[in-house]
């Protein structure tokens, strides 16, 4: 399978500011888009999620919009507070074959 | 409930030692994955169950064997391992392998150190 472009691979923002993690992807079977948080010395956790019929998703400060045409999807975090600090993934579906990016390292500074 | 359980957490093995790892889930899923993950990468990955049957084999070296012996359980059985094969390895579980249902929940993983 085709792999994810994640980018950036680290981003540092001020408490309350508003953070994007932007993935593109090549494989036009993918059809389902999830988002991961990993703290240290845990496993990913499923933050949310988008499938290829909807383009924009939101879950509380959480949001994220999928451009199918252009094969690109993106992570917005609004009023980032300090435990939003952790690795963010973005992965692509097709088939039970999950492919993720390199990883986002967010860290939100008090 | 999306708990998946792995067991052990922590692993120290020998070269010519066997183990086993083990992951269990009771969400009624009927797909289970098995990750790599090497520190500051993503996961990778390994095997894919289906029904209890491999559907997803990703040219992983013989000295890694899955089973799946019901539902709810995936094991990964090691044999001969190499100290590169050092990692966090990461079971996973979705109610389906394709489809509507295929949100994917992860275990908290096993920390495996070949020595």
């Known amino acids: 399978g085709e792999n994810v472009e994640q980018h950036p691979s680290t981003l540092s923002v001020q408490e309350g500011d508003s953070a994007v993690i932007k993935c593109t992807y090549s494989?036009?079977?993918?059809?389902?888009f999830p988002w991961y948080k990993q703290e240290l010395g845990k496993g990913p956790q499923l933050i949310i999620d988008i499938r290829s019929n909807v383009g924009e998703k939101k879950d509380q400060r959480i949001a994220v919009t999928l451009n199918k045409t252009a094969k690109h999807f993106s992570l917005h975090i609004t009023e980032t507070q300090p435990e939003d600090s952790a690795v963010y993934f973005c992965?692509?579906?097709?088939?039970?074959?999950?492919?993720f990016g390199a990883g986002t390292r967010l860290t939100v500074k008090p | 409930d999306t708990e998946v359980t792995q067991t052990p957490k922590h692993l120290v093995m020998g070269m010519t030692n066997k183990k086993s790892l083990k992951c269990e889930q009771h969400?009624?899923?009927?797909?289970m994955y098995w990750y790599k993950q090497k520190a500051k990468k993503p996961p990778e990955l390994m095997f894919v169950?289906?029904?209890?049957?491999?559907?997803i084999n990703e040219s992983v070296p013989s000295r890694f064997s899955p089973e799946c012996p019901n539902s709810s359980l995936l094991n990964l059985h090691l044999h001969a391992l190499q100290p590169e094969d050092s990692a966090l390895y990461l079971c996973a579980s979705s109610y389906q392998m394709t489809g509507v249902n295929t949100e994917a929940f992860f275990g908290q993983g096993t920390r495996l150190t070949v020595v």
């Open positions: 169950y289906s029904y209890e049957k491999l559907s």
């Open positions: 969400m009624g899923h009927r797909a």
């Open positions: 992965a692509r579906v097709e088939r039970g074959d999950m492919r």
């Open positions: 494989d036009s079977a993918s059809n389902y």
